[in-house]
């Protein structure tokens, strides 16, 4: 009786030890969390019923993991994950107590609207965290500039700090967090060039410096070879897109919309063959589409819109068979719209407004394709061509066009009678004349 109570209380005590969620965490440590809460003004936290708050005004040992947010293991704070909680205030200087943190998240999703507002700066003390793998601070209201010290942060693998309001230049010595996977800076107002130890992530599958103020050229990023996602739209990068761009042969999305880059597309992006998303959208390139587009299989997404580009539009085109989304409009493009390229089996909208498009080829409902959307609209086209496309596509827009016909001078005595005529084709259309720029609402007053 004895040895078998014995070993109940043996088996309870041991299985109360291996999943004990109470940890005697270092005083320091408690201190921080203590400055956290009320820095962030922990008192209005949005919690769910079932959470529970913290107990800042109790002991270390009160400290568990049902505090919400926090992870504790073996008697220190891992983990401190505080998404969408309503933070409000800034990030206080304890937070380099926590030595043995691995992941900070202090983000939003922007989806239940609970949203953190942290603002100030980010402590140089974060460098202290060495054990952080996760840094995760988007969507706040952080200001200043990104400090050194989180190039001492050499077990990073992911950092978030998009969406606040930090300036400067990214840290010369970003290259030490040569562990990232993961680096997003997109929706700042960060500038400058690019340092050139950001070829040291060799690491990093996913970079986005979006919408910021970033200047220069990309010459460094071309030897990042395993990233994936490639994003840097809304910036004032600029000159000619290397030709070592064809060895980041990884990509499946490259967004450069919204910048300077100019001269013509290189040849080696051909060899980005897992490329799903290509978005050149609104630069200054020019010259025709390049061959080497129509070689990139496996693309959904195609944006070349407000360029330069100029030519017809190869039929090639139409051997991407998984577009999905085609964009060449406010381009110099001429000619005819390909019918395989209109007809392709996935391809949902098609802008091709603002070119010098002048012949459409015929479709009718019965040939459609799964085209929804498909934009004409300043071009040189004729009504029939225009005609011949009703009814084929949901969304088709066509209005306006440029003038038909060509301009003249007339010199007529007054009360003698003028004939005018012009050949648009078409059998249902509408036509305005006009007289020195100014609509002729009565042909009778010519």
């Not at 270092?26 to 936290?45: H, Q, R, T």
């Not at 304890?94 to 980010?122: F, M, S």
């Not at 969304?395 to 050949?423: I, M, N, R, W």
Request: hydrophobic content about 40%; aromatic content about 6%.
């Amino acid at each position: 009786m004895n040895q078998w109570l014995y070993l109940c209380l043996f088996t309870l005590s041991t299985f109360f030890a291996a999943n004990d969620l109470t940890g005697q965490i270092p005083s320091e440590e408690f201190a921080a969390l203590e400055a956290i809460y009320n820095e962030l003004g922990g008192d209005d936290w949005e919690l769910e019923e079932d959470e529970t708050p913290w107990d800042i005004d109790g002991e270390p040992g009160d400290v568990t993991n049902n505090w919400v947010g926090v992870t504790v293991a073996n008697d220190h704070v891992t983990r401190l994950e505080l998404r969408n909680r309503f933070l409000r205030g800034s990030l206080p200087v304890e937070i380099g107590n926590l030595q043995e943190l691995e992941a900070l998240r202090l983000d939003n999703d922007r989806i239940d609207g609970q949203d953190n507002l942290v603002t100030g700066e980010i402590p140089a003390e974060i460098g202290s965290l060495e054990k952080l793998r996760i840094l995760n601070l988007s969507g706040n209201a952080l200001e200043g500039t990104i400090p050194n010290a989180i190039c001492d942060l050499t077990e990073l693998e992911t950092l978030v700090l998009s969406d606040n309001e930090l300036e400067g230049t990214i840290p010369d010595d970003i290259g030490d967090l040569s562990k990232l996977s993961r680096l997003d800076l997109s929706n700042n107002q960060l500038s400058g060039d690019l340092p050139e130890s950001i070829e040291e992530l060799t690491q990093l599958r996913r970079l986005n410096l979006g919408g910021n103020e970033f200047s220069g050229t990309i010459d460094h990023l071309t030897a990042l070879t395993e990233l994936v996602e490639l994003r840097a739209g809304g910036n004032d990068f600029g000159g000619i897109l290397p030709e070592q761009i064809g060895t980041m042969n990884s990509l499946e999305v490259l967004d450069f919309y919204g910048n300077g880059f100019s001269g013509k597309i290189p040849d080696g992006l051909g060899q980005l063959i897992k490329l799903r998303d290509l978005n050149l959208g609104h630069n200054d390139f020019s010259g025709d589409i390049p061959v080497q587009v129509f070689d990139l299989a496996s693309l959904e997404r195609l944006n070349l819109s407000s360029n330069g580009f100029v030519g017809d539009i190869s039929p090639n085109l139409a051997n991407l068979q998984a577009l999905r989304s085609v964009r060449l409009n406010h381009n110099e493009l001429q000619g005819e719209v390909p019918l395989a390229v209109m007809n392709l089996p996935n391809l949902r909208r098609l802008y091709m407004q603002s070119n010098r498009l002048d012949r459409l080829p015929g479709r009718n409902a019965d040939e459609a394709g799964m085209l929804e959307v498909f934009n004409v609209q300043n071009n040189h086209l004729h009504f029939d061509a225009i005609e011949n496309n009703l009814g084929a596509v949901v969304d088709f827009y066509y209005d306006p066009q440029a003038k038909v016909g060509e301009s003249d001078v007339f010199e007529v005595d007054y009360g003698t009678a003028l004939e005018l005529s012009v050949e648009v084709g078409g059998a249902s259309n509408t036509y305005q004349w006009e007289h020195s720029t100014d609509e002729v609402m009565n042909w009778n007053e010519i």
